[in-house]
């Protein structure tokens, strides 16, 4: 199985904040990698897909970039309903694995 | 726009089976190429992926979970439907269905259901 370490774990962060999250996987997956955001209690929502595609709908100030094996997402500019966790996951191979997740907090 | 809602019991026993439905609306289960995947979220933690379909009707399970589970397709009730069998508290979370298809070389979840609980406990 394809294992995702996604970092940090948990991050503090302030409005308009620049945030970077990565995401290693143990083995290469291409681009065969997404983000997903998810609020509470709400099911997960996709962000970036193909590493670095931003989904109809998502605001430009997410980001995505990476192939093979190290992934990042970036929010340029946080906002206030940006404070959610976000999970990276790979589609290249089966089991389909996510990340731990990344909670982004108020500082 | 299409809208993938579970339904199911809340509460199952231990040892029992755990049976999920997950109605799709807004397009038919059967057209395109995608897979109809099962995920699912202890409360409190990281997202687990199960098990899919294709729209053909071939799966592929997670291994750990191959023994227990059964994924399905009920084109007739555009529905997909999860059977876990001898469940225990580990199996106690939020499940989830959703839809993957390639998009531009990769292969995201696009749609989720909004969620089930489902609590094992006697």
């Known amino acids: 199985d394809i294992q995702m370490t996604q970092s940090p774990s948990s991050l503090s962060a302030s409005v308009g904040d620049r945030v970077t999250i990565t995401c290693r996987a143990s083995?290469?997956?291409?681009?065969?990698l997404n983000w997903y955001q998810q609020k509470p209690g709400k099911a997960p929502e996709l962000l970036i897909y193909?590493?670095?595609s931003l989904q109809s709908g998502v605001p430009s100030r997410f980001s995505g970039s990476g192939f093979g094996t190290d992934f990042t997402l970036t929010i340029s500019s946080l906002q206030p309903e940006d404070f959610a966790s976000y999970y990276c996951?790979?589609?290249?191979?089966?089991?389909?694995?996510f990340g731990q997740g990344t909670k982004v907090e108020f500082k | 726009q299409v809208q993938l809602q579970e339904s199911g019991p809340g509460l199952v026993k231990p040892s029992q089976t755990l049976s999920l439905t997950c109605t799709v609306s807004g397009g038919s289960i059967s057209s395109g190429s995608y897979y109809w995947s099962w995920i699912r979220q202890p409360v409190g933690k990281g997202l687990e992926w199960i098990g899919r379909?294709?729209?053909?009707?071939?799966?592929t399970y997670k291994s750990s979970l191959k023994s227990r589970v059964t994924i399905s397709i009920d084109r007739s009730k555009n529905q997909l439907s999860l059977k876990l069998t001898s469940v225990t508290a580990a199996d106690t979370a939020v499940y989830y269905c959703?839809?993957?298809?390639?998009?531009?070389?990769?292969?995201?979840?696009?749609?989720w259901g909004q969620g089930t609980l489902v609590t094992v406990s006697s």
């Open positions: 193909g590493a670095s």
């Open positions: 379909i294709y729209t053909s009707g071939s799966t």
């Open positions: 959703a839809r993957a298809g390639y998009t531009y070389g990769s292969l995201p979840f696009d749609y």
């Open positions: 996951q790979q589609s290249y191979s089966t089991p389909w694995t």
């Open positions: 083995q290469s997956v291409g681009v065969y």
